[in-house]
């Protein structure tokens, strides 16, 4: 009994001191870290008058000076950091002269050694500060370090080294090969990556739209969303006929937004996809893009199995004016179950929306000419116009269930 109470008193003494000493250690780091803030802020004002040398000799033709004197390491480190911060802010000549005066400072030198390093925190702050300072000879290092990555975010920080670094399409395809089997999503994340690389644009768009791979040309679809490159436009009309599902999506997508106007064949072999998500945008855009005369094509769409189809082909026929709107009242006195309701839905909305914006003149002349138009189809209004309206034969109230 006196033996187990003596190993009882032993542990908790020893846990005790493992409970100071883990104070003591996270004290120190607390102080270190305190200290080398303290550091960089001196260095950083030291520093202020040659930062704003630079932001002058930036504007001239003469070469960048080196900071002067000998700097400590972490002086170093702040003067580095200081001009990643402007090679990321800058393009052109500006960017050039900043990236020439890293390599002479040593900065460029030095990094590529801590790449070869074993410890990985160290190679992971350097293919940071690598792909901040543009350096073409750290691509295949990047390379190795993102072939031996897990999935996160570290993965997609070396992807962006890689292209701010690399001068090459292939190194680019490369990467982009490696960056995608390191997550089932990540195809935004992988075209803004692209959009970072210092190459050809349209060049890669198009390599990647017209590659067997279906993830390369997801990623170029993405990438496309707000580039006007008109080289790639024939190999995205062929991929509205991909076989793939979701690329035949995104590239819909992409290709009624870029189209101004859509050929009547096209509409009518887009708006029979068996992809409901592909009914849906091309039921979306004939109402954005004003084509009052696909109003036949969205009456029929209001019967579509999928609730998208429905809502986005009223939201439409609303869209059209005078005519469309009286299509949704035909749609709602002459149509049944999920078309009827959705109808008289959207007849609802838009009357309380034209409602709100009957300000100005012609606002209120179109309000009132759907206002006829209502009353038409659904007699007068009675007890006030924010009321839910009843048919004169049968109910048509807003709600139901709208689920494909």
Known sequence: MFQSLALAYWFLIACIALVIVGVIVLFAMKMSHNGKRR?????????????????????ENSPLKLPPGKLAPLERRVVQD????WIDQFKGEYRDKLIELCREAGFVEHDLKELGRLRYGRQIDAAYRLGGMRCPEAVPGLMELLKDEKPGPMAIMI?????????????LKDML???????????HLAADILLEANLDTSR???????????????????????QAVPEVMPALHRLVGAEHQDVRAEAVKLYLSASPALKDETILKLIQDTDPEVRAEVVQALGSKHASGSIPLLRKALRDEDWR????????LSKLGEPGFEALCQAAVQGTGAEREIAMQQIESTMQQSRADDKAVEQMIAHN?????YERYFGPVHGGENRTTKKRTGVATVGGDYTA
């Open 369 to 373: 000419k759907k206002r006829l138009l």
């Open 39 to 59: 550091k960089t802020a001196m260095y950083e004002m030291k520093q202020r008058d040659y930062f704003t040398y630079l932001q002058t000799a930036l504007t």
């Open 82 to 85: 200081k001009l990643i911060e």
């Open 204 to 226: 890669i768009l198009l390599e990647l739209l017209e590659d067997r791979n279906p993830d390369f040309v997801k990623v170029g679809l993405v990438a496309m969303w707000g």
């Open 159 to 171: 992807g962006r080294s890689i292209a701010r670094c690399t001068t090459r399409h292939g190194e």
């Open 309 to 316: 189809v429905r809502y986005n082909s009223a939201e439409s």
């Open 177 to 187: 090969a490696l960056l995608l089997t390191k997550g089932k999503s990540i195809h």
